[in-house]
């Protein structure tokens, strides 16, 4: 089958009534994309269907007769207008006449565009005369970008000639107006996907640096330089032909990657959604191993996304000069190669980068001069081909270079604009091997959004913001990060704490490697080696220890803060965990992280206070809370002898736990509705005692299966439980509290969301057995993961276990693993919940019947048993 053989079929029907002979074209035109998509040449795919619509179009034109009707125009606009379309996009097409239509033309207008959905044919179509398409393209900059690139393709050359004349008559858009409509409409375009096409599921045609990017300079020199391709724009100066070709180049592998969703997906879709990426990478030649060949496919996505988007800046930065008719008004020599035009850094003859080192030392005259706002185009276009040439080493083997690179590091305003310069654009890729390595690498998960490298860049910044004087929100970091006598350390293990990854080992000991030879080449002296290599090799362990370990247990934290050693080390690794976690994705910082890592600094910090003594650390704590509490308590009018008496039923575990100010509210709420009856049962909400969210406590008599009641209630009703404290008193009463945020990690505000959670819960526990109701569907994008099951086991010098439980966040996971507790009799006293992504890493303390450790054979039914019951 080839495009001339469709064509000929479409001739072949001689009715508009033969809907089936039309169907059948349309679908064997399909077949026809698919068989050749394999062979590479997806321009001519493109452009290939675009001439199969054109004559279906003009063939069903004629076949309703509407070729007899004067004035009347068949247009392609948009995409469709270039003659480029992709296997499922819409066909664009407005419909003009130079009179009113008559009732006539309207029903046989009416009859054809039913014919084209009726065959099977998407369409977005506008029926309107000359007059109203310019008056409403005046109004609107969608319309008119639509009519930039307009195509006769039946009909009224001169209703079509009549409305060209419009569009450039001096009354519509000027050049001027409509680049800088089209600029806005990008930086909101841009803004919505923040800054970055750097997502899990990036879209093709609307993301930062893909088509959209590539068509906006289009639109702007179609309509103010009046070419009709990008050669015109080589023959006037603004591209040079490598430059060009490059664009096409990233436009066709665009063009593949979107001819393949449409393709796999079966419609219209821009989106590279989880669901079709594994099949899109095997479509698109990058193998059968699924999560690998996606990552390939991926890492080969963003280096042509960060290519296009340095060609889109360079491009409309000598457009905006050209069409603005910019003149420069400030101007000022720094160096004999440098000068600022108007704030940017600009050239001041060609080839000023003739060597790695005088790119190094470029970066370093931007930090020197903090006034800098930016690169002129002039800069990035010699830039961009310095990188080029100069390829052949990696800068970092050169002993020069290493001199100029720890300057930089050690510059207070290294890592501000020169940084972002440095990642942007392939500088720090050319620097270090390690790095080019992980540029472009997604991880196939919900957890991590960024690429490592564009990870590891908002990682560097978010440490640099510490060090501000508008930092606010992080005043303990703001503190560390000021008072630290070199801060370059903690910078150089920000670089390399994810550089190991993709090398089918733990990153963090690769990485550790790394910057271990790091230090010895750069000439880093060998006691700050030791930290920055402790400190890669470290990088999640305060995170691991905050989220799924008792922060609160004595032996927790001594193990800790033996392996942190001291203060100094401690404040370094804060900071990195902090800004590390801030830099993973937007969605997964809250307060609830945010108190665990600092309730854990604070306790470790108590710890080196003490020599390690943490019991100590932990006794002062219990008899600090008490005190501020029982103060609390009396200003509220409650009398000594009811706190006392209260206090009795509970441990000293319960009061190391909780804030003063949670310990006074339980006293006040509990007290005063505790009637001491066998039914008697509490339940209540409050979204002030916690900063971390909102403290849900119940208590009651002991009920068995309370655990897995509550999680299931709650989890039916999109709230995650983030922290759970399961305490009995001593006169055999339950006290629940949990920590509870709506699922997508926003505090439950509203005081009507809060009583119905509160009424849901006391229904449930009020009635004889659990009810499996739970009605929460897992995401789209979950159904794609795959998280094993895993069941580990720690021992305390408690009599309990520690059980910590790894699986996919699917829902009711924490009522299933609650009813198992149950049936095999076993005690949960506390459970910390964590959900990294799509994976639920939760930990629980329990305890057998005879209130002692689970026993090996224990542990093995549990295991099997929660698999089990999870698949």
Not at 35 to 50: I, M, N, W, Y
Not at 230 to 238: I, S
Not at 322 to 334: C, E, F, P, Q, R
Not at 591 to 598: P, T, V
Request: glycine residues 4%; proline residues 2%; aromatic residues 8%.
């Amino acid at each position: 089958m080839s495009l001339q053989s469709l064509v000929a079929q479409i001739k072949l029907i001689n009715s508009a009534d033969n809907i089936a002979g039309f169907k059948t074209c349309i679908a064997n035109s399909y077949e026809w994309l698919n068989s050749e998509f394999c062979r590479g040449d997806v321009t001519g795919l493109v452009t290939g269907r675009a001439t199969f619509v054109d004559s279906l179009l003009r063939h069903l034109w004629r076949l309703v007769e509407l070729n007899q009707q004067k004035h009347l125009s068949l247009v392609a606009v948009g995409g469709y207008g270039r003659g480029q379309l992709q296997p499922y996009s819409d066909v664009d097409l407005l419909i003009l006449s130079s009179k009113t239509f008559s009732k006539q033309q309207q029903d046989m207008i009416s009859r054809f565009i039913t014919l084209l959905w009726d065959i099977g044919l998407d369409v977005g179509q506008s029926v309107r005369t000359t007059k109203e398409t310019f008056n409403q393209a005046k109004q609107d900059v969608t319309i008119a970008t639509n009519l930039v690139e307009a195509r006769l393709l039946t009909g009224s050359q001169d209703s079509f000639d009549e409305l060209q004349t419009k569009l450039h008559s001096r009354s519509y858009w000027s050049s001027k107006d409509f680049f800088l409509a089209k600029l806005e409409e990008q930086t909101q375009r841009h803004s919505k996907f923040k800054g970055t096409s750097y997502n899990l599921e990036p879209n093709i045609k609307e993301s930062p640096g893909c088509l959209r990017d590539i068509q906006s300079i289009g639109w702007v020199a179609k309509k103010h330089f009046k070419v009709v391709d990008g050669t015109e724009l080589v023959k006037k100066g603004y591209f040079n032909e490598q430059e060009f070709e490059e664009l096409l180049e990233c436009r066709d592998h665009l063009w593949r990657i979107r001819f393949a969703l449409h393709l796999v997906a079966g419609r219209s879709e821009n989106r590279l959604l989880f669901d079709f990426q594994t099949d899109i990478a095997s479509k698109l030649g990058y193998g059968e191993e699924g999560k690998e060949s996606v990552e390939r496919m991926m890492k080969a996505f963003f280096r042509t996304v960060r290519r296009i988007s340095e060609l889109n800046e360079m491009l409309l930065q000598r457009f905006s000069n050209d069409v603005l008719g910019a003149k420069v008004k400030s101007s000022k020599t720094i160096t004999a190669e440098f000068e600022t035009l108007d704030d940017l850094i600009a050239p001041r003859h060609n080839d000023v980068f003739k060597t790695p080192e005088n790119i190094l030392e470029f970066i370093l005259l931007i930090a020197n001069n903090p006034e800098i706002k930016g690169l002129h185009s002039s800069s990035l276009r010699q830039l961009r081909l310095a990188r080029r040439k100069l390829h052949s080493q990696y800068f970092s083997e050169r002993e020069a270079c290493r001199e100029l690179f720890m300057q930089l590091i050690k510059h207070p305003n290294f890592f501000a604009l020169a940084w972002d310069i440095m990642h942007k654009h392939g500088i720090l890729q050319a620097y270090l091997p390690q790095w080019d390595n992980i540029v472009g690498m997604m991880q196939f998960d919900l957890f991590h959004a960024y690429t490592v490298d564009e990870h590891t860049h908002r990682l560097v910044k978010n440490i640099q913001h510490y060090g501000l004087p508008e930092n606010k929100d992080f005043p303990r970091c703001g503190r560390i990060v000021k008072n630290l006598d070199k801060p370059e350390l903690l910078y150089i293990a920000a670089i390399f704490h994810d550089i190991g990854k993709g090398r089918n080992g733990d990153h963090s000991k690769l990485g550790a490697i790394d910057v271990e030879q790091f230090c010895i080449t750069h000439k880093i002296e060998s006691k700050d080696a030791e930290l920055i290599k402790w400190l890669v090799e470290s990088h999640l362990l305060m995170s691991v220890i905050a989220q799924r370990r008792d922060i609160y247990d004595a032996d927790v934290i001594n193990e800790f803060a033996t392996a942190v050693r001291s203060q100094h080390n401690l404040d370094h690794l804060y900071v990195l965990t902090l800004a590390d976690i801030r830099a993973t994705n937007d969605n997964l910082w809250n307060d609830w992280k945010a108190s665990l890592l600092r309730e854990l600094y604070l306790l470790t910090q108590k710890a080196f206070d003490n020599g390690l003594e943490c019991k100590v650390a932990i006794q002062d704590r219990v008899a600090e809370n008490q005190a501020k509490a029982r103060e609390i308590l009396l200003e509220n009018g409650m009398n000594l002898t009811q706190i006392e008496q209260f206090w009795k039923r509970l441990s000293d575990d319960y009061f190391a736990r909780f804030k003063p100010e949670q310990i006074a509210w339980h006293a006040n709420v509990i007290l005063a509705s505790h009637p001491m009856t066998d039914d008697f049962l509490l339940v209540e909400a409050n979204e002030t005692t916690a900063k971390s969210g909102t403290e849900l406590i119940v208590y009651g008599k002991v009920k068995k299966n309370m655990f897995a009641q509550i999680a299931s209630v709650l989890d039916s009703r999109n709230v995650s439980i983030h922290d759970a404290q399961i305490m009995r008193t001593h006169d055999g009463y339950i006290f629940d509290s949990f920590i509870i945020l709506e699922h997508n990690g926003d505090r439950i505000n509203s005081i009507s969301r809060l009583n119905s959670l509160k009424k849901a819960v006391e229904d449930q526990l009020t009635k004889p057995g659990l009810e499996h109701n739970n009605k929460r569907k897992m995401s789209r994008q979950m159904k794609q993961l795959d998280v094993p099951t895993k069941v580990r086991f720690y021992s305390s010098q408690t009599n309990v276990s520690l059980v910590e439980i790894e699986a996919l966040d699917a829902p009711g996971l924490l009522a299933k693993i609650g009813e198992l507790f149950v049936e095999l009799e076993f005690n949960l006293h506390m459970a910390k919940i964590s959900t990294i992504g799509e994976r639920a890493e939760d930990l629980f303390i329990v305890s057998n019947s005879d209130n002692l450790p689970l026993s090996q054979n224990q542990q093995v039914l549990f295991r099997n048993r929660l698999n089990e019951t999870l698949h």
